[in-house]
């Protein structure tokens, strides 16, 4: 028998969830039902959690949360998949009309987005449409689907700042999407990368994925350490973070912005960006790179799971 009613987590006030139970929409065309085995837990998600909003970016409450699920197909009205598919989900579900989705630029076009404007994951059952599934094969863990939408994070990252393989890479911030970044830099056969983050246990995590070194934020203010790299990632996403990933940039240099502030405006020092004459980029969740993701690091999932710091039932 299908499911007719779901339980889903929202935010219902600052620092306060709530579970609801609602019912369960009929499947339009090219639509699937999917039971949630796993739901991660992003930044952005901590960031509603603690300020009810991005900056004074701020969405009604109460609002429904998550957005990184992996689970299993229970009804379909799809010719792509059927009961007992296991899936990721792509979070986006960009307009096909969109000018910009006609570009290639899917994360650019107007759309869903998990969560955010529709139904999030943090629940027993999501309804999506066809195209935001993604087959997994039965070796690939629910946790390792779960973590493709921080990893195609990483990969659209990488895409845009076009790095290459003779490049010296910073990772400032060695959260989730820190660490995926230096997974997909291994990958892609970088060989110096160096983390930053203030917390021991992620630097420590950060060598044992392969960066070369990892400094504390004081390492980088103490040693007045200066253009390190050729090409640097903010994945923190505050005052701090933007100034040394700045500095540690060489001149001619890229920076992508990839973490995703708390307040609506950050410091940056223009003479140096000038002075360097760095490129700076930044970055809107991910382009059409989940696949991608899922086949560096299907086969990955001890990998993966070791990642995952905590698990909630």
């Known amino acids: 028998m299908l499911p007719k009613i779901n339980r889903c987590l929202k935010l219902v006030d600052i620092e306060k969830v709530s579970v609801f139970e609602e019912e369960i929409d009929d499947l339009l065309p090219n639509q699937v039902l999917v039971k949630i085995k796993v739901a991660g837990i992003c930044g952005s998600d901590l960031h509603y959690f603690r300020h009810g909003g991005l900056g004074s970016f701020k969405q009604p409450l109460p609002m429904d949360m998550g957005h990184e699920p992996s689970g299993e197909v229970v009804d379909s009205k799809s010719k792509n998949f059927k009961a007992g598919d296991r899936v990721a989900l792509e979070p986006s579900h960009p307009h096909v009309e969109d000018k910009w989705y006609a570009k290639g630029r899917h994360n650019l076009a107007e759309g869903t987005f ?34 493709l939408e921080p990893l195609a994070v990483a990969l659209h990252s990488i895409n845009l700042t076009e790095v290459h393989y003779t490049d010296t890479v910073s990772v400032f911030g060695c ?35 392969g960066a070369e070194i990892a400094y504390s934020i ?25 100034d040394l990933s700045i500095r540690l940039c060489s001149p001619g240099g890229k920076l992508a912005l990839v973490g995703i502030p708390e307040v609506d405006h950050l410091q940056v020092n223009p003479h140096l960006l000038r002075i360097k004459e760095l490129k700076f980029i930044n970055i809107r969740r991910s382009n059409q790179t989940t696949h991608d993701a899922l086949e560096l690091f299907k086969k990955d999932s001890k990998l993966i799971d070791s990642l995952i710091t905590h698990k909630f039932t």
């Open 218 to 242: 004081d390492d980088i203010v103490e040693s007045k350490l200066n253009n390190l790299t050729t090409v640097s990632f903010d994945v923190a996403g505050n005052d701090v973070s933007l």
């Open 114 to 147: 998990m969560g955010a404007d529709t139904k999030g994951c943090m629940a027993d059952y999501a309804v999506v449409d066809e195209m935001q599934c993604i087959k997994i094969p039965d070796y690939t863990s629910f946790f390792t689907a779960s973590f």
């Open 175 to 209: 959260g989730p999407v820190g660490l995926s970044v230096i997974m997909c830099l291994k990958k892609i056969g970088i060989q110096k990368i160096i983390a930053v983050d203030p917390i021991d246990f992620r630097r420590d995590k950060a060598i044992e994925l």
